[in-house]
Structure formats: structure tokens, C-alpha cells
């Protein structure tokens, strides 16, 4: 029998802790539909020239193993893409404060998921700075002693937080006007705050002996006409990657075409990168578990732990089934928030997944993350991980009916339906 999934209507609310920061005022966005949750139906096994051939044992049709074609070119692929989102790694209630607890393992289990599970005592800290609590500068023997670690090709793009949005929500960068002496003055601001946490990041990144290279976007060529991407320069990511270095690019005030100046989010940054590099996944790290069917500080908030995303962008919710849910989608922004928030991610993400990438979203510095940065939900159907998988519409139900049915998954790109030899109830 053949499985194919039919859909129903569902609207759900899609929020994230990182929205709702202290001292702004949340405004609500115009709903949204999402579809619903796919549930299979038997279908009559039509013929091999109407495109449902009979596909050997095991093998999942409409997914692919293979990543798409990179754009750019790279010595080796692109293994991850990860975001460190803004809420996550600074204090949101403190402007212009870091939020170390949460930094340094994050910084640490990257530096795990690069270094095939090598730790960070194996790695000679980078960050020669001279302050309280950086080790001296290491002697040469040091280096010759240690093992050159094959560490994995990575991007990190991270959010701005408390860092950046004060300045340009005060000063309406976002909004352009570069005539305007207060929006100027704003353009110049908003760029110390957020360049000053970057540098902050390649720090702590490089204290894991990780060697990060920071890449502000306005420096780097990118630019919006209209406050959509117009350029965006890859070279300089392609050159660092492929001498070895971790590029870190943020969310930033950028030059725009028509109206002057606004500002680029490391949301619509990723998405750009992903285009171009075609990584094997991307992996949002955030301040909460994933994504809700309403804000995730209501005690009734279920965790969306996988969404499919239909080829003409539409989205559905795989997993959990929810059920006689008619909600409309309120996604809420915080006053001082210019890049859109959850909003943004979620739109980006879907996107992404378009393009045949698995996009994970989980919280920063738990089990859940580290899996997710590992690759270990690849093409994987895994109960027991907490965090929101988004992945193409055709894969998602192919690895789903592979997990249920206990075969081996083998992903081609023939884009023809899945025939198994018995039912599932997915």
C-alpha cells in the first residue's frame, strides 16, 4: 500500500520567551495560518509511470541524503549552521549584559560537536587577552605538543539580545533616514553595542580553542534595498572557512538602498548563508525548548516537536496531533525588538527547510542541544529529544513511516511516493 499525507486545517499560536523581554511593550502581528498535522491515508498503488513506482526495500523516496548543490565553493561541506539566538545568550532584562552561564557551555558543546566528542582540555585557548582569569599566552612547545584536532567546517550566526536593539529602537535605524542626525547618530551606536557582543563571542568561542573569526555583516558587503537583502557577500565566509576559521556573523545595522539604513537579522542571515552553502542542518538555539502553540509561558503550551513544510511554503505540525484546535496564530513582538523575533526565525527556518536542510530548534545549553549540534536527528525520528525539528514535507513523512515500520532509511531525491508492504498508525 501507498501513504500519503492528507491534511486538515489548523491554526496554532507561535511565540518564544525571547519576545517578551522586560520593559517592552508586545505588539501582536497579524495572524497567521499554519496546516495542520498530516495523518496518512491507504491509498490504491497506481502505476510506475504516474510516478509511484515500487522503490527497493528500505528506500525512501521525495528525501535525499545527499544535501543540495553548494553555490559557493568550498574544500569541504558545510556542516552546520548554528544561531545563537539573542535571548539566549544575554541577560534580556539587563541592557548590555552577557548571560555567562549560558554562553560557556554552549561555546563548550560546540566545541564537542566540531571535535568529534574531543573535549576542551585537548584544545589550547585562543584568547591571548590580557584580563583577570585568561591564561598567558602559550609557549610554542605547548603547541607542537598538542594534536592538530580535524575540527568540523561550522558557522555561527548569533542574535543581538540586550545588545543593540535599545539603540536602534530609540533611534528608528530600522526605519531608516540616514539625513537624520538621531538616525545616524543610532546607526553608529546600535553597531558598537552589537559588534562589542560579537567580539565578546569569539572570545569565549576561542577559549575552547575554537577559531573564531568575527564577520560583521556592514563591513562585509551586506546591504537591503527596500529592507530586503539586495547584497549578500559570501566570499569573505567561503575564504574563512576554507583556511580553517569559524566565521561568527551577527544581526546588523546595515546600509539600505531606498531608505537609508535599517537592520539585517542574523534570522534572514542564516537563511542567505544557507542558500548559498547548503549546510547539512541548521541549528536555532534559543531561550526555550522550540516552538508553541502559544506563548510558552501559559501552563497549557504544548511543544510543536516537528512541523513539515509543504513545497509552496505552507506549513503543517507533524508531531504532536493536535486535535480540534482553532486558535489563531499570535505572534508577539517586543516594542524595542527591530528584527522581528519569533516571527522572523520561524519564516526563515521554513525556508531553509525548503531547500531540503533539517532545521532543529532547542535550548541552548541542554542534552537537547548538544544532540542537535552533534547531527545525531538527521534524517532521524527520536522520541526522547525535546526541541522542534523542521524539515521538507516529503521527509518528514518518509522518516516517520521508517521509524514506525523499524526499516532502514535509505534517502534518495526521486521524488516519488513511499510504498511500504503494511499499515503504520504514525
Known amino acids: 500500500?501507498?501513504?500519503?499525507?492528507?491534511?486538515?486545517?489548523?491554526?496554532?499560536?507561535?511565540?518564544?520567551?525571547?519576545?517578551?523581554?522586560?520593559?517592552?511593550?508586545?505588539?501582536?502581528?497579524?495572524?497567521?495560518?499554519?496546516?495542520?498535522?498530516p495523518h496518512p491515508r491507504p491509498l490504491l498503488s497506481s502505476s510506475p509511470e504516474k510516478g509511484t513506482a515500487m522503490e527497493d526495500e528500505g528506500e525512501i523516496p521525495g528525501a535525499s541524503s545527499q544535501r543540495p548543490p553548494q553555490i559557493a565553493t568550498l574544500h569541504r561541506p558545510l556542516r552546520c549552521i548554528v544561531k545563537l539566538g539573542g535571548a539566549a545568550v544575554t541577560c534580556k532584562h539587563e541592557i548590555e549584559q552577557i548571560d555567562e552561564e549560558n554562553l560557556g557551555p554552549v561555546c563548550s558543546q560546540l566545541r564537542q560537536a566540531m571535535g568529534a566528542g574531543a573535549s576542551s582540555a585537548e584544545a589550547l585557548g585562543m584568547d591571548?587577552?590580557?584580563?583577570?582569569?585568561?591564561a598567558g599566552i602559550p609557549s610554542v612547545v605547548e603547541f607542537d605538543e598538542r594534536a592538530v584536532l580535524n575540527l568540523e567546517s561550522v558557522i555561527v550566526v548569533h542574535g543581538a539580545g540586550s545588545f543593540g536593539h535599545f539603540q536602534a529602537s530609540r533611534s528608528g535605524v530600522h526605519k531608516g533616514g540616514l539625513d537624520m542626525p538621531i538616525v545616524k547618530a543610532g546607526f553608529v551606536a546600535t553597531r558598537i553595542s552589537v559588534t562589542s557582543l560579537n567580539l565578546e563571542i569569539v572570545r569565549a568561542l576561542a577559549r575552547e580553542g575554537i577559531p573564531a573569526v568575527g564577520m560583521p555583516p556592514f563591513?562585509?558587503?551586506?546591504?537591503?534595498?527596500n529592507r530586503n537583502v539586495a547584497s549578500a557577500e559570501v566570499s569573505p565566509v567561503t575564504d574563512a572557512l576554507n583556511a580553517g576559521f569559524v566565521p561568527v556573523l551577527h544581526g546588523d545595522a546595515v546600509l539600505d538602498n531606498v531608505q537609508g539604513c535599517t537592520i539585517l537579522s542574523g534570522d534572514v542571515i542564516i537563511r542567505h548563508l544557507a542558500q548559498q552553502l547548503r549546510p547539512e542542518y541548521v541549528v536555532f538555539l534559543t531561550?526555550?525548548?522550540?516552538?508553541?502553540?502559544?506563548?510558552?509561558?501559559?501552563?497549557?503550551?504544548?511543544?510543536?516537536?516537528?512541523?513539515?513544510?509543504?513545497?509552496?511554503?505552507?506549513?503543517?505540525?507533524?508531531?504532536?496531533?493536535?486535535?480540534?484546535?482553532?486558535?489563531?496564530?499570535?505572534i508577539t513582538v517586543a516594542a524595542h525588538d527591530t528584527t522581528g523575533g519569533m516571527e522572523t526565525k520561524i519564516s526563515e527556518a521554513a525556508t531553509i527547510a525548503r531547500l531540503g536542510i533539517n532545521v532543529f530548534i532547542t535550548k541552548v545549553g541542554t542534552s537537547h542541544s548538544l544532540r542537535a549540534l552533534k547531527g545525531e536527528l538527521v534524517n532521524e525520528c527520536i522520541d526522547d529529544w525535546l526541541g522542534t525539528a523542521i524539515r521538507p514535507a516529503r521527509w518528514a513523512f518518509s522518516i516517520r513511516v521508517a521509524y514506525v515500520l523499524q526499516?532502514?532509511?535509505?534517502?534518495?531525491?526521486?521524488?516519488?511516493?513511499?510504498?511500504?508492504?503494511?499499515?503504520?498508525?504514525?
Open 1 to 37: 500500500m501507498i501513504f500519503e499525507p492528507s491534511f486538515t486545517r489548523l491554526t496554532v499560536v507561535i511565540s518564544s520567551a525571547e519576545t517578551h523581554k522586560k520593559g517592552g511593550i508586545p505588539r501582536t502581528r497579524a495572524p497567521t495560518s499554519l496546516a495542520s498535522t
Open 287 to 330: 531561550d526555550v525548548l522550540g516552538v508553541y502553540d502559544r506563548p510558552p509561558t501559559d501552563p497549557d503550551a504544548v511543544l510543536l516537536r516537528e512541523i513539515a513544510v509543504q513545497e509552496d511554503g505552507s506549513w503543517s505540525v507533524v508531531k504532536p496531533v493536535i486535535q480540534q484546535m482553532k486558535k489563531e496564530v499570535e
Open 219 to 225: 563591513p562585509c558587503g551586506w546591504s537591503t534595498c
Open 407 to 426: 526499516k532502514p532509511l535509505n534517502l534518495n531525491r526521486a521524488g516519488k511516493s513511499l510504498t511500504v508492504a503494511a499499515t503504520a498508525n504514525l
Open 128 to 134: 591571548w587577552s590580557r584580563r583577570p582569569g585568561i
